[in-house]
């Protein structure tokens, strides 16, 4: 896909996990010469604030992964979840009070952090969307004079997410869904300052407004998620409408799929391995093909590509088993656009991968890291995206029967129809004043 790279907006990420930066990839048109700036590591960032992104990040990976551990492990990670934590929605109450890690993040503002870059970006004043609220916070406390975009990365938010004076502030957020621009109202956000856009899929998966690529791979998918036919004869009508009267006629050209995705963190690599020998079989048999994402991670890497050869499958790596490794994030973010595509079932932790449902894809739900993905994994149910993984052990049983049944194809159309599509094209009108034509979303989900 060609991308424009007349100058829309300054589009501001940060390498911490893969959430912040999958959000602005979605936004990459917008970014003024096409280039998303990452907060932690631009060109010319001070050494001294290199060095204090370096050593936050390295602390969330380690503590990230070290839950993966018994006690020791959850008893480290549940200590720093503290400080991202999601209070409960109900009652509504005020919620305004700043919690330690906002004050937190404000004294090191006070202290010149954020300020190089946003003097950068002042030499050209073009609106800024960040992705991450340190650097939103940053162009406001440094009188940035165009206007400032937050996106939100996750089904909920906690109060980090909303200035230390949220009444007075002109931040404006672009929420993921109608749960998160209430959310913000509890934190005295101005009603205002609050845009339902849904999370920015790639528009390379989706096609424009009218969605010709999205209804084309679905159309394929849905072929392989429900081969007994049970759930297209019973919902032909709804389908047909949506998909159009030859979808059950389109070629859908490849074998049953599955990807395993691992995080940012690299943690949960275990369970693609587990994944792997229950389906050694019918891997085999040519009844199913697997990805093994491993990311940027080279450790993950070399640990796939040892442990297929463990299990007898190394003769089956590019034709039934796929390692798909990436050198840096931007390739990354493009492969996983290309895998989608012929992708029937996405297993990954309930990260801000859970959107990705509203691509009519079915998310198999791995055991959530953080305060965030357990609300994420509470919307991906609510939605009927996503169903929480059975034991890794026994895939060979409990998927098959999943997709025998119809089950798997009732996931993908209810993320289709009810988890948000258009986040990406609804902020580009936003921006850039283009209109657009998509239905309006849900405020309560």
């Given amino acids: 896909m060609k991308i424009s790279h007349s100058p829309k907006a300054w589009v501001i990420a940060v390498d911490m996990g893969y959430g912040h930066e999958r959000a602005a990839y979605g936004l990459r048109e917008l970014a003024y010469g096409g280039q998303v700036l990452i907060a932690n590591k631009y060109p010319g960032i001070p050494q001294n604030e290199r060095k204090h992104w370096v050593q936050l990040r390295k602390l969330y990976e380690t503590v990230s992964r070290l839950k993966t551990f018994p006690l020791i ?51 050209k004043p073009l609106p800024i969307i960040a992705t991450f609220f340190q650097a939103a916070f940053a162009a406001e406390e440094y009188n940035y004079p165009g206007d400032i975009y937050c996106v939100i990365c996750d089904a909920d938010c906690s109060r980090t997410w909303a200035p230390l004076d949220p009444r007075a502030s002109r931040i404006k957020y672009l929420a993921p869904n109608g749960r998160v621009v209430e959310r913000l109202k509890l934190y005295g956000v101005r009603h205002e300052n609050i845009f339902l856009t849904g999370f920015p899929l790639p528009k390379e998966l989706i096609g424009g407004a009218r969605m010709p690529i999205l209804k084309r ?30 979808w059950r006629k389109l070629n859908h050209k490849h074998p049953f799929t ?8 690299g943690a ?76 029937d079932v996405l297993w990954t932790k309930p990260s801000e991968l ?58 993908a159309w209810s993320g289709f129809i009810e988890a948000p599509t258009h986040g990406a094209y609804r902020i580009e009108s936003l921006i850039t004043g283009k209109k657009l034509e998509v239905e309006q979303l849900p405020l309560i989900v």
Avoid at 375 to 400: A, C, K, M, S
Wanted: aromatic share 10%; hydrophobic share 35%; glycine share 10%.
């Fill in 217 to 246: 791979d679905l159309s394929r998918r849905l072929q392989n998620l429900d081969p007994q036919g049970i759930f297209a004869d019973k919902y032909d009508h709804a389908l047909t409408r949506y998909l159009g009267r030859n």
């Fill in 354 to 411: 859970s959107f990705y449902t509203g691509l009519g894809l079915p998310i198999i739900i791995a055991p959530p890291i953080g305060s965030q993905e357990q609300f994420n994994r509470l919307w991906l149910h609510t939605v009927g995206g996503g169903i929480t993984q059975n034991d890794p052990r026994y895939v060979n049983e409990w998927l098959f029967d999943w997709a025998n049944s119809g089950g798997l194809a009732r996931v």
């Fill in 73 to 123: 492990g959850n008893l480290l990670f549940d200590a720093m979840d503290q400080f991202q934590q999601i209070e409960p929605f109900y009652p509504r109450r005020d919620l305004s009070e700043p919690n330690m890690q906002l004050k937190e993040t404000y004294s090191l503002l006070h202290k010149g952090l954020g300020k190089h870059l946003v003097d950068l970006m002042k030499k």
């Fill in 258 to 265: 599955l990807t395993f995705s691992l995080g940012g963190a």
């Fill in 268 to 343: 949960q690599k275990n369970i693609g391995l587990q994944i792997a020998e229950s389906l050694n079989t019918k891997i085999s048999q040519g009844k199913i093909r697997l990805n093994l994402l491993t990311g940027t991670h080279h450790d993950a890497l070399s640990y796939y590509q040892q442990g297929v050869k463990d299990l007898g499958l190394k003769k089956y790596l590019g034709n039934g088993i796929n390692i798909i490794h990436n050198e840096n994030r931007d390739s990354y973010f493009k492969k996983f656009s290309e895998v989608l595509h012929t992708t």
